[in-house]
């Protein structure tokens, strides 16, 4: 897979999680293909274990298919690999991490990967020498809408949220998922009565949408 401005992001999204050290996605040839690790980490190091897991037998047989998954706990540590689109993520954390949050930014960080793949493909503007026409002046999306009211809401706590609604995409149970996520989070993080008051907010503003899906499909 080529690397895209949007998938080194998604790298750079994943780091800010509390207890996330670092992340990378590396193919079955060994190549690392993105990297976000401190400096203190051995680029060299990296690449020899990239080599070394995409070399071993029992590590390809047990992460084939595109919900493979490995999930392994050391004494000072904890090492996640996920499959994507013909390579892996492989992410190291500190004893720490919260596991739920961990879960749900993953899911994320791999939407954002692979729909930055698709874009590069398939997308004009990714292409050398292609130059971008101007957005065209629009009303609010959904989406910009929810961002907004999740930075109003939250203030200097929504980063993460901004980023899951992000890269949710603009399909209304894409949306709802996130919007779930969202409330999970700020009850975890900041208080259940504010996350009651914010996802009520974000359903109010979800079901349009949703009715007009529903329309659509009957």
Known sequence: MDPT?????????????????????????????????PG????????QLAAQLSADGYFQEWMAGERATLDLRYGDGHVVVRALEGAWLLVLCTLQVNAQLLAMSLTQVLRRLRLGGELARGSAAERPGAVAAPPPAHAPTLVERLRALVAAELGAQASQGLELLAAAGGAPGDLA??????????????????AD????????LLEPAAERSTRRTT
Do not use: H, W, Y
Request: aromatic share 6%; hydrophobic share 45%.
């Open 5 to 37: 401005p949007n998938q080194q992001a998604a790298l750079c999204q994943l780091g800010a999680v509390p207890g996330v050290v670092g992340s990378m996605v590396f193919d079955p040839a060994g190549a690392v293909v993105l990297s976000e690790f």
């Open 197 to 204: 008051e914010l996802g009520r907010r974000m359903r109010e």
């Open 177 to 194: 998922r996130a919007v779930a996520d969202v409330e999970r989070l700020t009850r975890l993080f900041i208080s259940t009565r504010k």
């Open 40 to 47: 203190v980490f051995d680029a060299g190091g990296l690449r």
